[in-house]
Nanobody
Framework: QVQLVESGGGSVQAGGSLRLSCSVSGRLSGVVMGWFRQAPGKEREFVAVINTNGDKTYYGDSVKGRFNISREAFKNTIYLQMDSLEPEGTAAYVC?????????????????WGQGTQVTVSS
């Protein structure tokens, strides 16, 4: 059984930083991995994605220049370094993975999901 497990969430003041991690347990290879976030009462929002060997990344407009996604080539552990956090970034951050080359910014493209880790940014 494949599981995605996130860690690293917490509370931080505006302008601070956090680093999230996501690891895959179980047999799963060759997957694109990424992060979405969801705040109460809002739709799930694309944050970032990274390809299998870690050399291509894409970011949502609201986090460009402040967040960085990374992974060791061909390993199923990814990281999300979040800098200059804003109160609007308060949300559950959820790790995801897809085996097919689906639309990277659409949550419907991802087959595997973690439980999420809460990030709270206070002003």
């Amino acid at each position: 059984q494949v599981q995605l497990v996130e860690s690293g969430g917490g509370s931080v003041q505006a302008g601070g930083s956090l680093r999230l991690s996501c690891s895959v347990s179980g047999r799963l290879s060759g997957v694109v991995m990424g992060w979405f976030r969801q705040a109460p009462g809002k739709e799930r929002e694309f944050v970032a994605v990274i390809n299998t060997n870690g050399d291509k990344t894409y970011y949502g407009d609201s986090v460009k220049g402040r967040f960085n996604i990374s992974r060791e080539a061909f390993k199923n552990t990814i990281y999300l370094q979040m800098d200059s956090l804003e109160p609007e970034g308060t949300a559950a951050y959820v790790c995801c993975a897809q085996k097919n080359a689906g639309i990277y910014y659409s949550s419907a493209s991802y087959e595997f999901w973690g439980q999420g880790t809460q990030v709270t940014v206070s002003s």
